[in-house]
């Protein structure tokens, strides 16, 4: 039995050690939800998209309040020998019901003060309510092996569940100062705090008589936090604007809270109450240019770079090399968005995203993965009075599944099973966006 337990502690280690990378949100501001490229913009939203572009507000003191919902599914077509049905469906939730964000500008003379909070990563909550592939092969195969073969899956049932969370918290502060009429420049910092938890069980028992043939638990809360140095340009020439932002690579290490653990001085050791696990936040570069075609139209086309190959990450699963290392390359963003004036008091709005990871098999994991995708969004925005602002947005991300095969290895093989097996990955998102931007 505890050859048994050995087997199920080892892949909750594989669940749950993936905390890092990938986790960034740019989605703070609904203009960004209903425009989608927003790092040359010149109003109370650059604060974070384009804080040295804030030296050319107007004199007077800017407020911003955005709410957001987000709804997603994160799907496995998992494929397995050992599976009497073949192929199995493995559906996980995640949503953030309420994701708020704040902006503020204090513009006086050549100088303006801004700041931001808002979520700045995290994945949201996720639950597997029906487990995880890795989870049900890897006991299968390891129940079917210990018994030499006489404990096949058609003659016990396996129970077993995963969820999560991960959420970011960010607080920045900076000033931006305009040099000339043309160009500013911005230095500031965010405060960045990490919370998340994994919960996972796995039980088995046998049809004849409900014997238990294994019972795994843990319930573990990580913590952390870390700065990012920020800085920014901005140079502004006739109907052109061009905005710059650079973040810094965040050190972060992320601390072990540890309620439940099956095997704290052995298998599961990695998750024992104090230990850290690096989950650094990647250096980002934003460059933007916006065009005022006339006093009604406006558009911006923008680009990001995340250098997620130098951020330190928690080991790939069974290794001691840490999951940035199994990147490809880093992640590349490309953005563009228009908005049209209808009148005074209306404004429309859309724009298109294209996310693109260097992923690859060793990155991916059934808890921790990413798809390339595109994104679109649209919506307006309302002038309800002279000084205060409505945005609404939706926006609706399109996945592109990642197929994951692994061949069969007496080394290793699909979850450690030495068997081959195939998990196919699939998402959905969709984003609603509410907010209010005012100048005193």
Same mark, same amino acid.
Not at 331 to 354: M, P
């Given at each position: ?60 003191? %800017? *407020? !911003?309040? #955005? ?5 997603? /599914? +994160? ?5 397995? =020998? ?27 003379g050549d100088w303006t003060l801004s700041g931001f909070a ?74 960045? %705090? *990490? !919370?998340? #938890? ?5 039980? /088995? +028992? ?5 014997? =238990? ?28 604007n061009i905005g710059a932002k650079y973040e810094m690579r ?191």
């Amino acid at each position: 039995m505890k050859k048994m337990t050995l087997i199920g502690t080892l892949l909750l280690i594989a669940t749950c050690s993936n905390a890092g990378g990938l986790l960034t949100n740019t989605n703070q501001h609904v203009a960004f939800l209903r425009m989608l490229s927003r790092g040359a913009t010149l109003q109370v939203d650059g604060a974070y998209y384009n804080p040295a572009g804030t030296a050319f507000l107007e004199n007077g003191l %800017y *407020f !911003s309040l #955005n709410g957001q919902s987000a709804y997603q /599914t +994160r799907n496995i077509d998992a494929t397995f =020998s050992m599976f009497p049905e073949g192929t199995r469906h493995y559906k996980g939730t995640a949503s953030v019901p309420i994701m708020p964000s704040a902006f503020m500008a204090y513009k006086k003379g050549d100088w303006t003060l801004s700041g931001f909070a808002g979520m700045i990563g995290g994945g949201g909550k996720a639950s597997f309510d029906t487990g995880l592939p890795m989870f049900d092969s890897k006991v299968m195969a390891g129940i079917y092996s210990l018994s030499n073969g006489l404990i096949k899956p058609d003659v016990y049932t396996i129970s077993s569940s995963m969820a999560g969370k991960q959420f970011i918290y960010g607080a920045q502060l900076g000033v931006a100062y305009r040099i000339n009429s043309n160009l500013s420049a911005y230095l500031g910092g965010r405060m960045n %705090y *990490f !919370s998340g #938890n994994y919960t996972g069980y796995v039980t /088995t +028992r046998l049809k004849s008589n409900d014997a =238990s043939l294994l019972d795994i638990e843990l319930d573990c809360d990580q913590t952390g936090w870390g700065i990012t140095p920020i800085f920014g340009l901005d140079y502004k020439i006739g109907r052109w604007n061009i905005g710059a932002k650079y973040e810094m690579r965040t050190l972060l290490n992320i601390e072990n809270t540890t309620e439940k653990n099956s095997d704290p001085e052995g298998a599961l050791s990695d998750f024992k109450d104090g230990v850290n696990t690096p989950n650094d936040i990647p250096a980002m570069l934003s460059i933007a240019t916006s065009y005022r075609f006339t006093d009604r139209l406006r558009a911006s086309v923008e680009y990001h770079f995340y250098d997620d190959k130098h951020a330190g990450m928690a080991n790939i699963p069974g290794t001691n090399i840490g999951k940035q290392h199994a990147l490809t390359h880093g992640t590349n963003e490309y953005l563009a968005g228009a908005e049209f004036d209808l009148n005074k008091t209306v404004t429309v709005s859309a724009g298109i995203q294209r996310t693109d990871y260097g992923l690859s098999n060793n990155y991916e994991s059934d808890t921790s993965f990413s798809c390339d995708s595109y994104s679109i969004g649209f919506g307006g925005a309302i002038k309800l009075l002279p000084k205060l602002t409505m945005n609404i947005a939706y926006f609706w991300t399109n996945y592109s599944d990642y197929t994951k095969a692994v061949e069969a290895s007496s080394t290793g093989g699909y979850n450690g099973t030495t068997l081959a097996g195939t998990n196919v990955y699939s998402r959905t998102n969709k984003v609603f966006g509410l907010g209010f931007d005012y100048k005193f």
